[in-house]
Antibody
Framework: EVQLVESGGDLVQPGGSLRVSCAAS????????MTWVRQAPGKGLEWVAN????????YYVDSVEGRFTISRDNADNSLYLQMDSLRAEDTAVYYC??????????????????WGKGTTVTVSS | QSVLAQPPSASGTPGQRVTISCSGS????????VNWYQQLPGTAPKLLIY???QRPSGVPGRFSGSKSGTSASLAISGLQSEDEADYYC???????????FGGGTKLTVL
């Protein structure tokens, strides 16, 4: 069974750091780009960061650039998000998701097809 | 404020057909496909429609999607009580090398 399981969410003080993890199973992890998406309480979905298959290409939403670092360990089938200088507005459920890319008639189709259940990060004093 | 625009709410009675719209710009929906996600209360998002109009295995045929230019829509026919959920559109954005989402539409089955 294809599965993603997040862990590491916690209560942390403003300015603090936290690393959340995502364990992948049931598929060849190293063949897929991966993404972190977050959802603040009562709010919609927001893309946070993604990373390509070998970990060399990483992209971030502006609001976390310079504070968050996405990484992966293909030998361990794991995805990580290191979060530093945390702010109250980073409070959210953090989901990891698998990215897919398939060729259509004229261009690639992109979608996130498998999601974990999420891990909760609360930034508060 | 979300990059993709969706109505915040929609409603219908059992058996009815409802549609949810989504609009974007040239850097996202204008040059990439649209996907739709269903989020039941207290659960993670689930892929509902991908590549504009494709249904993953297990998604009922009552759900369909379409896209034209920078606009897309999700249609749900034969509405059922279990369809009550939040629905999000999403697309890859070329200027971000990442993803943009709509703000979500809360569907109520009356």
């Amino acid at each position: 069974e294809v599965q993603l399981v997040e862990s590491g969410g916690d209560l942390v003080q403003p300015g603090g750091s936290l690393r959340v993890s995502c364990a992948a199973s049931g598929f060849t992890f190293s063949s897929y780009s991966m993404t972190w998406v977050r959802q603040a309480p009562g709010k919609g979905l927001e893309w946070v960061a993604n990373i390509n298959q070998d970990g060399r290409d990483k992209y971030y939403v502006d609001s976390v650039e310079g504070r968050f670092t996405i990484s992966r360990d293909n030998a361990d089938n794991s995805l990580y998000l290191q979060m530093d200088s945390l702010r109250a507005e980073d409070t959210a459920v953090y989901y990891c998701a698998r990215e897919r890319r398939t060729w259509g008639d004229y261009y690639y189709f992109y979608y996130m097809d498998v999601w974990g259940k999420g891990t909760t990060v609360t930034v508060s004093s | 404020q979300s990059v993709l625009a969706q109505p915040p709410s929609a409603s219908g009675t059992p058996g009815q057909r409802v549609t949810i719209s989504c609009s974007g710009s040239s850097s996202n929906m204008g040059s990439n496909n649209v996907n739709w996600y269903q989020q039941l209360p207290g659960t993670a998002p689930k892929l509902l429609i991908y590549s504009n109009n494709q249904r993953p295995s297990g998604v009922p045929g009552r759900f369909s999607g379409s896209k034209s230019g920078t606009s897309a829509s999700l249609a749900i026919s034969g509405l059922q009580s279990e369809d009550e959920a939040d629905y999000y559109c999403a697309a890859r954005d070329d200027s971000l090398n990442g993803w943009v989402f709509g703000g979500g539409t809360k569907l109520t089955v009356l």
